[in-house]
């Protein structure tokens, strides 16, 4: 099992320790994101006018449409796959079923190819033994 870490990160501009049992990479990437959530809210001059406690809630409200837009995407590429999946399972199907009726019109051929050497040779038969009556 994973240990659990302890890892320094900044985020706007203060000092938090991050627990997990994630690599440091992944919750410094998570300091960043903030990071950059933060810095993106700020650009708004409505945003820098709000007390703190409506910048801390704008600020959820945007991480939480983050949240919602990715596991949309999710969903919809979810969807796409299964859709993509099933168009393969119909398609291998069909390759199936053309290869057995290939087999079968192959057999076939076959059997005529039979049946139109048996009719040459009695074909044949039937001109020899007409010479020889007409002898």
């Known amino acids: ?4 870490k302890d890892i ?7 000092v938090y320790t991050l627990s997990g ?7 410094q990437s998570i300091a960043m ?7 993106e809210c700020k650009s708004s001059e409505h945003y820098r006018k709000l007390n703190a406690e409506y910048q801390g809630i704008l600020l959820a409200l945007n991480i939480a449409d983050d949240y919602f837009k ?6 919809a590429s979810e969807k796409a796959d299964d859709e993509k999946e ?7 199907h069909e390759v199936i079923e053309t290869r057995i009726k290939q087999e079968s019109a192959l057999k076939l051929v076959e059997e005529y190819k ?6 040459q040779r009695k074909i044949i ?10 002898k």
């Open 125 to 134: 038969q039937m001109e020899a033994e007409k010479e020889r009556g007409s």
């Open 86 to 92: 099933k168009q393969l399972y119909d398609l291998r």
């Open 33 to 39: 994101y903030i990071n950059n959530k933060i810095t």
């Open 70 to 75: 990715a596991k949309d995407q999710v969903s």
């Open 21 to 27: 049992y994630e690599s440091e990479e992944y919750l």
């Open 114 to 119: 039979e049946q139109v050497n048996a009719l």
């Open 1 to 4: 099992m994973a240990q659990k």
């Open 8 to 14: 320094p990160v900044i985020i706007n501009g203060k």
